[in-house]
């Protein structure tokens, strides 16, 4: 093996070992071999360049370009763009699985589930460091620098992982791979020095013993072999030395330290979740992929809210789920707080029955609220406040999820009437002191702000009805997810000013108002209803995440208000104006009150007063119909991908049909001197390259010494070679009719040389013939043409323009 052949082998293990550290990262490493062989065939396309040769630029192009050919092909199909044709594909198709990839990072613990775009995210960044390694360590011949790469690969899955059991493992092959690779690369340098020899460990040594032997003169040592020894002992020491000092506990070979669920198994405690940042890029997805499917008998589809878990405690810096104790999951659920048996007598049960994505890996249970009972298998924990199902703990650093569950809750759709929100009495006072606190640093805008908007109001409802109006209908405020996120004390501020944000900005502004009029409240973070098909279920999707505020009322208990200005958003029945409509009360994702099915007929709000139509009074249909457009490609798409199929089948062979029709062109021509370029680099080829400074008759007998030819190919070589030389030295007319019979002549040698290689040489210089290398001289010197036409134009021109002047 060639030393440039074992550096491109030693770079590939190192990128392969360095990129175990991401494995830790998702649940699964099915991704591995497929990267692996990605990375491979990668690596062999920079070999198989560098032998042409190609000059480096094309070597990177050509990698990069097979590369991304590869990952199109690997990931065709797993986009949900509607795009037709490779450009569509590798634009849109490919370009948003990319942004759910970096979606779905943002949104799952690790480990996470691994979904195509996460998939699509490692293998692109394995095949993006190789491709780095393999530039800096054989093609510019650096293989220290190639350890950058392989230490920012490390150091990002180290620090998303957090470190663990396994990461002195990762690290050694790691340390491995880019060791293993410097050895490899000093090997070469050493090799091109001539024997490999080393000082002696006696003082005195004969010159026999100095190149490795002699009797009594000890043996030389290696500086190959010294190498791989002070490379064992620095990664020994690596190990070894965060192990025994204590400062070191926590790098390395420390603990993961306490996992989110608390002390002990089974998860003691609820911690501390901020779903802002997940919340807003679902909100901003492009794929919009269901995550959850339902089926329900609830009468009011519109308020079948499936609710995740709820804040309730604003420190200041951001809404965040207080610790709290867990239960086990009874098997019917407690009453919820503060409701009353007036309200509960008109309550109704509903079945809800749910199934979740495999790519939805949510720990909190989406239910809607509030939930009397589960049915649902796996390890699960019950939160009572929150009335919230988190999952338990499985093994460290793993838990329960929802992931790809199908459950069953029941549920109680409460129907308050405005006047029971009214007439609430006092909430109760541990209520009260708990979920109206406020942190010191709350700007006073806010509480001067909510105190301004609901003046003149006699009572908590309709304080909280002012406050809803205020940011849905009459405050001016524009619903924009693209808006810099933030949930503290400032962001709130910043959000009343600016007046433009999302469902997270309006929820926590709504509460922090309601606490500083003391109301007592709370933010939900779930989903909306979801959209409704055509065979009675109800998908959710990524756009539907929502947040919500929830208000106290003593009586009815937590009761959901709607202060975001956003399509799809219910606003519920008890905050409505109570002076009756001319129009139906179904607001845009809603059904009325009395509806039991959604509403199929058109909007009517061309004329709607845009307050009324914030409010969702103007009419229009309850909830969305997804009934889809039929599935399966179009014609146009099966041509277009059965052609690139059929190119890329076809890309592999173009030299050796270049090869094919620029023969057939030379002995087609019946030119001797064309028949003699032919056999030049037929056998060029097989490796015999072109020495012109021979003559015909030596070139001939050189090709037939290198070529081992049989007696009948060396005899049409020399019948070429003689052909040749009376072309070119005999007087005019004497070689006249000299061409006879040497195409079969040519074809004889040329199968001749053929026959005389390896198998391996022999596809070589059929599939990657060395005198394509004539292109690039051809292009080359056209270029050099059209560059030298041009200068000596541009210099007629500057000597003409001061004569033009002087005339």
Same mark, same amino acid.
């Given at each position: 093996?060639?030393?440039?052949?074992?550096?491109?082998?030693?770079?590939?293990?190192?990128?392969?070992? #360095?990129?175990? %550290?991401?494995?830790?990262?998702?649940?699964?490493?099915?991704?591995?071999?497929?990267?692996?062989?990605?990375?491979?065939?990668?690596?062999?396309?920079?070999?198989?360049?560098?032998?042409?040769?190609?000059?480096?630029?094309?070597?990177?192009?050509?990698?990069?370009?097979?590369?991304? /050919?590869?990952?199109?092909?690997?990931?065709?199909?797993?986009?949900?763009?509607?795009?037709?044709?490779?450009?569509?594909?590798?634009?849109?198709?490919?370009?948003?699985?990319?942004?759910?990839?970096?979606?779905?990072?943002?949104?799952?613990?690790?480990?996470?589930?691994?979904?195509?775009?996460?998939?699509?995210?490692?293998?692109?960044?394995?095949?993006?460091?190789?491709?780095?390694?393999?530039?800096?360590?054989?093609?510019?011949?650096?293989?220290?620098?190639?350890?950058?790469? /392989?230490?920012?690969?490390?150091?990002?899955?180290?620090? /998303?992982?957090?470190?663990?059991?396994?990461?002195?493992?990762?690290?050694?092959?790691?340390?491995?791979?880019?060791?293993?690779?410097?050895?490899?690369?000093?090997?070469?340098?050493?090799?091109?020095?001539?024997r490999?020899?080393?000082?002696?460990?006696?003082?005195?040594?004969?010159a026999?013993?100095?190149?490795?032997?002699?009797?009594?003169?000890?043996?030389?040592? %290696?500086?190959?072999?010294?190498? !791989?020894?002070?490379?064992?002992?620095?990664?020994?020491l690596?190990?070894?030395?965060?192990?025994?000092?204590?400062?070191?506990?926590?790098?390395?070979?420390?603990?993961?330290?306490?996992?989110?669920?608390?002390?002990?198994?089974?998860?003691?405690?609820?911690?501390?979740?901020?779903?802002?940042?997940?919340?807003?890029?679902?909100?901003?997805? $492009?794929?919009?992929?269901?995550?959850?499917?339902?089926?329900?008998?609830s009468? $009011?589809?519109?308020?079948?809210?499936?609710?995740?878990?709820?804040?309730?405690?604003?420190?200041?810096?951001?809404?965040?789920?207080?610790?709290?104790?867990?239960t086990?999951?009874?098997?019917?659920?407690?009453?919820?707080?503060?409701?009353?048996?007036?309200?509960?007598?008109?309550?109704?049960?509903?079945?809800?029955?749910? *199934?979740?994505?495999?790519?939805?890996?949510?720990?909190?249970?989406?239910?809607?609220?509030?939930?009397?009972?589960v049915?649902?298998?796996?390890?699960?924990?019950?939160?009572?406040?929150?009335?919230?199902?988190?999952?338990?703990?499985?093994?460290?650093?793993?838990?329960?999820n929802? $992931?790809?569950?199908?459950?069953?809750?029941?549920? /109680?759709?409460?129907?308050?009437?405005?006047?029971?929100?009214?007439?609430?009495?006092?909430?109760?006072?541990?209520?009260?002191?708990?979920?109206?606190?406020?942190?010191?640093?709350?700007?006073?805008?806010?509480?001067?702000?909510?105190?301004?908007v609901?003046?003149?109001?006699?009572?908590?409802?309709?304080?909280?009805v002012?406050?809803?109006?205020?940011?849905?209908?009459?405050?001016?405020?524009?619903?924009?997810?693209?808006?810099?996120?933030g949930?503290?004390?400032?962001?709130?501020?910043?959000?009343?000013?600016?007046?433009?944000?999302?469902?997270?900005?309006?929820?926590?502004?709504?509460?922090?108002?309601?606490?500083?009029?003391?109301?007592?409240?709370?933010?939900?973070?779930?989903?909306?209803?979801?959209?409704?098909?055509?065979?009675?279920?109800?998908?959710?999707?990524?756009r539907?995440?929502?947040?919500?505020?929830?208000?106290?009322?003593?009586?009815?208990?937590?009761?959901?208000?709607?202060?975001?200005?956003?399509?799809?958003?219910?606003?519920?029945?008890?905050?409505?104006?109570?002076?009756? $409509?001319?129009q139906?009360?179904?607001? #845009?994702?809603?059904?009325?009150?009395?509806?039991?099915?959604? *509403?199929?007929?058109?909007?009517?709000?061309d004329?709607?007063?845009?307050?009324?139509?914030?409010?969702?009074?103007?009419?229009?249909?309850?909830?969305?119909?997804?009934?889809?457009?039929?599935?399966?490609?179009?014609?146009?798409?099966?041509?277009?991908w059965?052609?690139?199929?059929?190119?890329?089948?076809?890309?592999?062979?173009?030299?050796?049909?270049?090869?094919?029709?620029?023969?057939?062109?030379?002995?087609?021509? !019946?030119?001797?001197?064309?028949?003699?370029?032919?056999?030049?680099?037929?056998?060029?080829?097989?490796?015999?390259?072109?020495?012109?400074?021979?003559?015909p008759?030596?070139?001939?007998?050189?090709?037939?010494?290198?070529?081992?030819?049989?007696?009948?190919?060396?005899?049409?070589?020399?019948?070429?070679?003689?052909?040749?030389?009376?072309?070119l030295?005999?007087?005019?007319?004497?070689?006249?009719?000299?061409?006879?019979?040497?195409?079969?002549?040519?074809?004889?040698?040329?199968?001749?040389?053929?026959?005389?290689?390896?198998?391996?040489?022999?596809?070589?210089?059929?599939?990657?013939?060395?005198?394509?290398?004539?292109?690039?001289?051809?292009?080359?010197?056209?270029?050099?043409?059209?560059? *030298?036409?041009?200068?000596?134009?541009?210099?007629?021109?500057?000597? !003409?323009?001061?004569?033009?002047?002087?005339?």
């Amino acid at each position: 093996m060639s030393g440039r052949a074992r550096l491109t082998l030693f770079a590939a293990l190192a990128t392969l070992l #360095t990129s175990w %550290s991401l494995v830790g990262l998702v649940d699964t490493a099915s991704w591995m071999p497929q990267a692996a062989l990605l990375l491979c065939v990668q690596s062999a396309v920079g070999a198989g360049a560098r032998r042409v040769p190609l000059a480096r630029s094309l070597t990177v192009t050509s990698q990069a370009l097979v590369s991304l /050919l590869l990952l199109a092909f690997v990931f065709a199909g797993k986009g949900e763009s509607t795009g037709n044709g490779p450009l569509a594909y590798l634009v849109t198709d490919f370009g948003a699985l990319f942004r759910q990839g970096v979606q779905d990072v943002g949104e799952f613990a690790i480990p996470a589930p691994l979904t195509d775009g996460i998939r699509l995210l490692l293998m692109s960044g394995v095949l993006l460091i190789g491709l780095l390694v393999d530039v800096l360590a054989v093609t510019a011949r650096s293989a220290a620098a190639a350890g950058l790469p /392989l230490l920012a690969l490390y150091s990002v899955a180290a620090g /998303l992982s957090g470190g663990g059991e396994s990461s002195w493992f990762t690290f050694l092959l790691a340390g491995s791979g880019y060791l293993l690779l410097l050895l490899a690369e000093g090997r070469d340098r050493l090799a091109q020095w001539g024997r490999v020899f080393g000082a002696a460990p006696s003082e005195r040594v004969s010159a026999a013993s100095a190149y490795g032997g002699g009797p009594g003169g000890g043996q030389a040592v %290696s500086p190959v072999r010294t190498g !791989r020894r002070l490379g064992a002992v620095a990664l020994g020491l690596a190990l070894a030395v965060p192990a025994v000092l204590p400062a070191l506990g926590s790098g390395l070979l420390g603990g993961a330290g306490e996992g989110e669920g608390g002390s002990g198994p089974g998860g003691g405690q609820i911690q501390a979740v901020n779903p802002l940042v997940s919340l807003q890029s679902s909100l901003n997805a $492009q794929d919009n992929r269901v995550v959850l499917k339902y089926r329900t008998d609830s009468p $009011q589809l519109g308020e079948q809210y499936l609710r995740i878990l709820a804040l309730d405690e604003f420190n200041g810096v951001k809404w965040e789920a207080s610790g709290r104790a867990l239960t086990e999951v009874p098997a019917r659920m407690p009453n919820p707080p503060g409701l009353g048996d007036e309200v509960r007598a008109d309550a109704v049960e509903v079945r809800t029955s749910v *199934s979740s994505s495999e790519t939805y890996a949510q720990r909190y249970l989406p239910m809607p609220y509030p939930a009397t009972g589960v049915d649902i298998g796996g390890k699960w924990r019950f939160e009572p406040a929150g009335r919230t199902l988190v999952g338990d703990q499985l093994a460290k650093d793993k838990f329960q999820n929802v $992931q790809g569950a199908q459950y069953t809750v029941r549920s /109680l759709l409460l129907r308050p009437t405005a006047e029971q929100l009214q007439t609430a009495p006092k909430p109760n006072p541990l209520i009260e002191s708990e979920y109206t606190r406020l942190p010191d640093n709350l700007p006073p805008v806010v509480a001067e702000t909510a105190r301004r908007v609901t003046q003149g109001a006699k009572d908590d409802y309709t304080r909280a009805v002012k406050l809803q109006d205020y940011f849905a209908v009459n405050g001016g405020f524009r619903y924009d997810t693209k808006v810099s996120s933030g949930t503290g004390s400032q962001a709130i501020a910043r959000f009343l000013a600016d007046k433009e944000g999302f469902c997270i900005h309006f929820a926590f502004s709504m509460a922090s108002m309601s606490r500083s009029l003391g109301i007592p409240a709370r933010v939900a973070v779930g989903f909306t209803p979801g959209a409704k098909q055509s065979d009675g279920s109800v998908n959710v999707s990524m756009r539907d995440a929502h947040a919500w505020p929830e208000l106290y009322f003593e009586g009815v208990g937590w009761t959901r208000f709607e202060p975001t200005p956003r399509s799809g958003i219910t606003v519920p029945d008890y905050s409505r104006p109570e002076a009756p $409509q001319t129009q139906p009360t179904a607001p #845009t994702a809603a059904p009325s009150k009395s509806a039991s099915e959604p *509403s199929a007929a058109p909007s009517k709000a061309d004329d709607c007063p845009p307050d009324m139509k914030k409010l969702g009074e103007c009419g229009g249909p309850a909830l969305r119909q997804d009934t889809g457009s039929g599935g399966g490609p179009s014609l146009r798409a099966v041509l277009t991908w059965t052609a690139v199929g059929l190119a890329a089948l076809v890309l592999p062979f173009l030299p050796l049909l270049w090869r094919g029709r620029v023969r057939a062109r030379r002995l087609g021509s !019946r030119e001797v001197l064309a028949a003699w370029r032919e056999l030049g680099d037929a056998a060029w080829d097989v490796g015999i390259t072109p020495d012109e400074a021979r003559s015909p008759r030596g070139a001939a007998a050189r090709m037939v010494e290198l070529g081992r030819l049989e007696p009948e190919a060396a005899e049409a070589a020399a019948r070429i070679a003689g052909a040749v030389e009376r072309v070119l030295y005999a007087p005019p007319g004497a070689g006249a009719g000299s061409y006879a019979g040497l195409s079969s002549d040519v074809l004889v040698v040329r199968a001749g040389l053929l026959a005389g290689v390896s198998r391996g040489a022999r596809l070589r210089a059929l599939l990657l013939p060395r005198s394509a290398a004539r292109l690039q001289w051809s292009a080359a010197a056209r270029w050099s043409a059209l560059t *030298s036409a041009a200068s000596a134009r541009l210099a007629a021109v500057r000597l !003409r323009l001061p004569l033009r002047g002087r005339g």
